[in-house]
């Protein structure tokens, strides 16, 4: 099965700062990976696909990149409703599955 | 807009059997590939099948391969999964999932499935 690695586990950021979460894949996985948002007591949201392929919908403060097999989620000019769980999933090969998480608090 | 209503979670002893079901509405059922996705409680994601949207293929994750059967019915618009020989590792929210492809891209908001003596 492929693993996802994210890092950090956790941040805490300023309302206006930007963040970057990484997604490492313990084998490539082209550019077949996705972001997930997920606030508390709330469904997840899909945020990217395709590595950096917004979702309609998704404001542009959301940006993905790839470089083989580490991949980032950017978020940009944070405010407070940015604060959630973020998860990667790779969709290249089955079984599919997720990083572990990374919880966004906002200062 | 895309509904996807999950129902069948209850409490129910190890070994047990129980099937979850989903209501889809806002789209054409027949056209998307279907996922489930699981999330104990305190936890985080697990993807655990999915089906195209013929039928034609499923899969499963490696902890209820054997276990779980996932199934459609494309004139009801309803989603189900079986699932048989229950334990505690199985406990947590069931998502509802639709896909493009191997995309998840709308989630429903869960069914509790609670397996405890």
């Known amino acids: 099965d492929i693993q996802m690695t994210q890092s950090p586990s956790s941040l805490s950021a300023s309302v206006g700062d930007t963040v970057t979460i990484t997604c490492r894949a313990s084998?490539?996985?082209?550019?077949?990976l996705a972001w997930f948002q997920q606030k508390p007591g709330k469904a997840p949201k899909s945020l990217i696909y395709?590595?950096?392929s917004l979702q309609s919908g998704v404001p542009s403060k959301f940006s993905g990149s790839a470089s083989r097999i580490d991949f980032t989620l950017t978020i940009s000019n944070l405010q407070p409703e940015d604060s959630a769980t973020y998860y990667c999933?790779?969709?290249?090969?089955?079984?599919?599955?997720f990083g572990q998480g990374t919880r966004l608090e906002i200062k | 807009e895309v509904q996807l209503v999950e129902s069948g979670g209850v409490v129910v002893q190890p070994g047990g059997s129980l099937r979850l079901s989903c209501a889809a509405s806002?789209?054409?059922?027949?056209?998307?590939?279907m996922h489930w996705v699981r999330q104990p409680p305190g936890k985080g994601l697990e993807w655990v099948s999915l089906?195209?949207?013929?039928?034609?293929?499923?899969h499963y994750g490696d902890s209820v391969k054997g276990r779980f059967t996932i199934s459609r019915d494309n004139k009801k618009n309803s989603l189900e999964l079986q699932m048989n020989s229950l334990t505690t590792e199985d406990t947590g929210l069931y998502y509802c999932?639709?896909?493009?492809?191997?995309?998840?891209?709308?989630w429903g908001q869960g069914t509790l499935v609670t397996v405890s003596s």
């Open positions: 084998q490539g996985i082209s550019n077949f």
């Open positions: 806002g789209f054409k059922f027949d056209e998307f590939t």
């Open positions: 999932v639709r896909g493009d492809g191997y995309i998840l891209t709308d």
């Open positions: 999933q790779q969709y290249d090969s089955y079984p599919i599955t």
């Open positions: 089906i195209s949207w013929g039928s034609d293929y499923r």
């Open positions: 395709a590595a950096s």
